[in-house]
Every structure is written in structure tokens, then in C-alpha cells.
């Protein structure tokens, strides 16, 4: 009778390595007993398979450091313009802005900076100056730096909802003037622009509103042949699907925010499924929307509307922050100086100059090495694996957590799988889609923490061990640290809200996605061409739950 079974899962495969390993060295043993004489000297087979652990290490990222340089910042005018728009407005305008300029012959990469919508009546404000702080030092750290005045785009009765449109010719004049003052013009700028500008290096940072139209900006500069080299968007709006290009962007999104919220998650969902290039979202805890422009008075935080705001990043906390993180990005992508900011070579940073963060990151290695949308590839050893779905659309969603969706389809839906563990131990194991690790950097897990389950305790953040096991049975676990902040739960409780005929339950505070990035030098003794199973071991606690967004090498 023919016996037909299905292949051997991964915890079969394990033990019978074990069973056998365990085997040979029992002959191995009995076979030097009853020898009177043994000459040779024992030697390693490939049956014997090696454990290694190692403890990962909170990391911090610290602040750049370079060559500083003495830098001149000045405000400037450049005359008047008008711009007749779709809608037939006609929107008067001044090239006029804030500049700095490094000390010393050049060429300087070129950043500009672009405000967003903070007054829609008020003709006089300026919100351009307002990021001067920021202008001064990255020209202290050796790059041309303007900030734009793109405060007529946003004004009423030049015409609503279409500021993304008036916003690029503003931003293509200051481009046409900055190439004619690089090449000797002397425009009014209050300070010598001949042959400074390297126009290889262009980079766009844009704020709120400003930071999706900047998007728009860069997409409108390359069909003119003007090549925009990488993105940084400061708590930007994501109200509309868009071109993406296909270069470097790093978005901030601030804990705080009672502007815009955490709209900068969908714009990076957005930036993975339509565009190639190096992908940063990183949340500033405890951070708000407005403190970032100087000349934004009112504090927009949530929290100063429910309860007390001690724990809030002050105004000047949010400026230091985002200096160092701009210098650090542009660094890494216009200079290749890797090492200043997110990288796959280290573990995502638990802080970013002295600062609490949660980050991911995506490169164009990426691939994914599970499939969420089933539990087909998990095995859960003590614990429990579902495949759920988050959704935006309350009939649809299927979690109490928010892990920050959109109304735009298709980012209105997010795939899950859901691990729970009652017992210390417990263990889920995983099989790779792809065994060959060894032309990858990282390992990332994309995870939160379900804060709405009890199994999690709410002042604690959850341990536990990944481990490795290649085709030989070897064994190679990293140990994650104590208080990493993409192992803590959201502070919250659980709300209620009544709609239609039903009764909604949730947990009232957002909880966005966040890394685990691991290094795969971190993982020893191992066979990186032939991994088989990658389990996460629940050892640290007697109980938890967790969401799993993705588990992918870069």
C-alpha cells in the first residue's frame, strides 16, 4: 500500500535534524570508547549544528557632524509677477524669500523650502521667514538654502483648491532666477551667486500643505529638464492621489499633530506602490504640526485640547530636530554620507538627536519574504496566527487599533496578521518566499503592538527573540532590548461612538506601523545563502499580541 503524505513542515524538518545530529554524536562517542588508541584529531561535520545569541543594542542616531561654514542669510526681492491661472484668477505674486549661502567657491547643492496653507485671508503674513532658523543652517552646513514665499497660492480669492497648481511657477521662477545668478547675473539677492549652485544636487523641503505640493514641484522641474534629486516633507497633507517620482524622500510625521494628524503615513504608502527610490517615514513623539515654522503661533497638539501638555516637544526642541534631520538626510542622499542618517547597516534608532522616534524605511532591495494576506507561510507553535484586515471603511475593518489608513483607494485597506501568545515560549515560525539573504543588508520586521488587547501590558513594552535557521540547522537568535519604542503600546483607552444603527469600539489614540530593523551581520554563524524558517520567540513575556504589516529583506 503506497503511503502519501504531504512534505515535511519546518518543525519536523527541525527535530528530525536534531534526532539525527544527536544520533551521530552518539556514535561518534562510542567509537572513541572502544578505541584503545585515537590519533586523529576530532573534526566538525556538517550534521553538528552551531547556536549562537546575541543582544541587540538600543540605537541611537546622534547629530551630523561635518565642516561648518560661515554663511550669509538675507532676505530678498526680486520684483512682481502675475500668474492667470486654470480657473481664470489672475494671483500677483513677489519672488521674494530668505537665503543662505555657505562661505567659500562652490558649487553648493541647492535646497529650497516651500511653506504651506496657514492663512487664506491675510495677504501680509509671511510664513517663508518663518523657517530662517533652518535656512541659516544648512547653509552653515554647505548648502544653498531658499525659502520660498508661497503665501499667494494659498489666498482665497485667487481661487481655492487649486494651490498645488499656483504654487509651480512661483517655485520655477525662483529656479530660472537661481540658474541666471549662478551664472554671473547680479540679481538681488544681497549676495554673490556666480558659480556656487550645483544644479546636479537639487533637493525640495516642504511643510504641511506645501509638503505634497512639493510632489507636484518635482514632477513639473522634470519635464522642464530641471532633475529634483530627493524629497523632505514635514508633516505633510495626503488629500490626493498623485504622480510619485522616483528619487529619495524622507516624510516627518509628528505624534501630536492636531493639523494634518498622521496624513504623512498615507503619503508614504503612496510613495511605495507608485515609486522607486530610497522611502523614509519617521514619527517624531510628542511633536506637533505647527512648531516647525516660526511664524505659526497657535500650538495645534491634540493633547492641549484633552489634557495637560507636559511631555510636549517645545518649539525650540522641533527646530533642533529638524535641522539635524534635514542635514542627516540630505547628507546621506545628496553627499552619500550614509552613515548620518537611516541605514540598513544599523538598527533603526530608538532616538534621532536626543529625540524618541519610530521609523521605517524602504529601499529598492526590498522584497518580501511572507505573505500577509494568508497564514499560509506561519506556523504558531503555542500561540495563535489570523490573517485580518485593517480598513478605513468601519464596515470593513476588522481591528480595534488604527494603523493609519486612507479614504483613497487602494490605501484604504491594510492586510494583517494578527500573533497572540498566552505562554511564555510560544513561538511562531516562518517560511522564507526567498532563502537567499546573503545580497541583502536587513532583515525588517513592519509591526505595531495591538495597545486594545489586554494580553499586552499597557506599561511595558513586549520582548522577545528572532532567530534564524539555515538549511545545515544551524541557529542564530538576536535578543530585541527592553524599551524599544516600536515594542511599546500607544497610550489610549478604548472609545465608543455610536453610528447609524451600531455602537463602534476602538482604541482612541492612532497607532502607525513602525521597524525592527536588524542588520544581518547581527546573526552569526550562519549559511546566508540557504536560510529556512525565521521564527519569533514570545521569551520574555507570558503574554502579548501583535499586528505584522510585513516582513521583508532590503
Known amino acids: 500500500m503506497a503511503w502519501n503524505r504531504e512534505p515535511f513542515s519546518v518543525l519536523e524538518r527541525r527535530a528530525m535534524r536534531k534526532v539525527f545530529a544527536l544520533l551521530i554524536l552518539t556514535i561518534f562517542v562510542f567509537v572513541g570508547c572502544s578505541t584503545e588508541e585515537n590519533t586523529e584529531e576530532p573534526h566538525e561535520t556538517s550534521e553538528i549544528t552551531k547556536e549562537t545569541v546575541s543582544n541587540l543594542e538600543l540605537y541611537n542616531l546622534e547629530a551630523p557632524k561635518g565642516s561648518k561654514y560661515q554663511a550669509v542669510v ?95 511657477p512661483i517655485a520655477n521662477d525662483h529656479i530660472e532666477n537661481l540658474i541666471w545668478a549662478n551664472e554671473g547675473n547680479n540679481l538681488e539677492y544681497g549676495v554673490d551667486l556666480k558659480g556656487k549652485i550645483d544644479f546636479d544636487k537639487i533637493a525640495l523641503v516642504g511643510h504641511s500643505r506645501g509638503g505634497e505640493t512639493i510632489f507636484d514641484i518635482t514632477n513639473d522641474q522634470a519635464r522642464r529638464g530641471i532633475l529634483i534629486k530627493a524629497l523632505l516633507s514635514i508633516t505633510p497633507t495626503a488629500l490626493f492621489e498623485r504622480e510619485m517620482p522616483d528619487i529619495d524622500v524622507a516624510i516627518i510625521v509628528s505624534e501630536y499633530d492636531g493639523d494634518v494628524q498622521l496624513d504623512g503615513y498615507n503619503m508614504y504608502s503612496m510613495l511605495n506602490s507608485k515609486s522607486k527610490g530610497l522611502h523614509f517615514v ?21 493633547r492641549s485640547r484633552h489634557q495637560n501638555v507636559d511631555d510636549q516637544l517645545t518649539r525650540e526642541q522641533q527646530e533642533s530636530f529638524l535641522v539635524n534631520y534635514a542635514v542627516g538626510f540630505f547628507n546621506s542622499v545628496l553627499l552619500g554620507n550614509t552613515n548620518d542618517f537611516i541605514n540598513a547597516n544599523s538598527p533603526q534608532p530608538n532616538k534621532m538627536y536626543g529625540f524618541d522616534v519610530k521609523t521605517m524605511y524602504r529601499t529598492d532591495k526590498r522584497i ?140 482612541s489614540t492612532a497607532s502607525p506601523i513602525s521597524c525592527i530593523n536588524l542588520p544581518l551581520g547581527e546573526f552569526k554563524n550562519l549559511d546566508l545563502e540557504h536560510i529556512e524558517s525565521i521564527s519569533l520567540i514570545f521569551d520574555k513575556t507570558d503574554s502579548g499580541s501583535i499586528f505584522i504589516d510585513s516582513i521583508t529583506l532590503q
Open 74 to 168: 538675507t532676505e530678498f526681492d526680486l520684483g512682481k509677477k502675475e500668474y492667470l491661472s486654470k480657473a481664470g484668477k489672475i494671483m500677483p505674486y513677489n519672488i521674494r524669500g530668505i537665503i543662505g549661502v555657505p562661505e567659500g567657491d562652490g558649487p553648493f547643492p541647492l535646497i529650497l523650502i516651500t511653506h504651506g496653507s496657514h492663512s487664506n485671508d491675510d495677504e501680509s503674513k509671511r510664513f517663508d521667514t518663518g523657517f530662517d532658523y533652518l535656512v541659516k543652517d544648512l547653509a552653515e552646513n554647505g548648502y544653498i538654502a531658499v525659502s520660498m514665499d508661497m503665501s499667494k497660492p494659498y489666498i482665497w480669492k485667487y481661487g481655492d483648491g487649486d494651490d498645488a497648481e499656483k504654487s509651480i
Open 282 to 302: 519617521t514619527l517624531l513623539m510628542k511633536g506637533n504640526h505647527n512648531y516647525f515654522n516660526r511664524n505659526i503661533q497657535a500650538n495645534d497638539s491634540w
Open 368 to 507: 518580501d519574504l511572507v505573505d500577509i494576506t494568508t497564514t499560509d507561510d506561519f506556523q504558531a507553535e503555542g500561540g495563535v496566527v489570523e490573517a485580518t484586515v485593517d480598513s478605513w471603511f468601519f464596515k470593513l475593518d476588522k481591528v480595534l487599533i488604527d494603523t493609519v489608513t486612507s479614504g483613497i483607494e487602494p490605501f484604504n485597506i491594510r492586510p494583517l496578521i494578527n500573533v497572540k501568545w498566552t505562554n511564555k515560549n510560544s513561538r511562531v515560525i516562518l517560511s522564507p518566499k526567498v532563502q537567499d539573504f546573503s545580497r541583502y543588508e536587513a532583515l525588517t520586521l513592519n509591526m505595531v503592538i495591538d495597545s486594545a488587547d489586554e494580553l499586552n501590558k499597557k506599561d511595558a513594552s513586549q520582548q522577545f527573540t528572532v532567530e534564524l535557521m539555515d538549511a545545515t540547522g544551524n541557529l542564530s537568535r538576536v535578543v530585541l532590548p527592553e524599551n524599544m519604542n516600536a515594542l511599546a503600546s500607544t497610550p489610549g483607552e478604548m472609545d465608543y461612538t455610536p453610528l447609524e444603527d451600531m455602537v463602534l469600539t476602538f482604541w
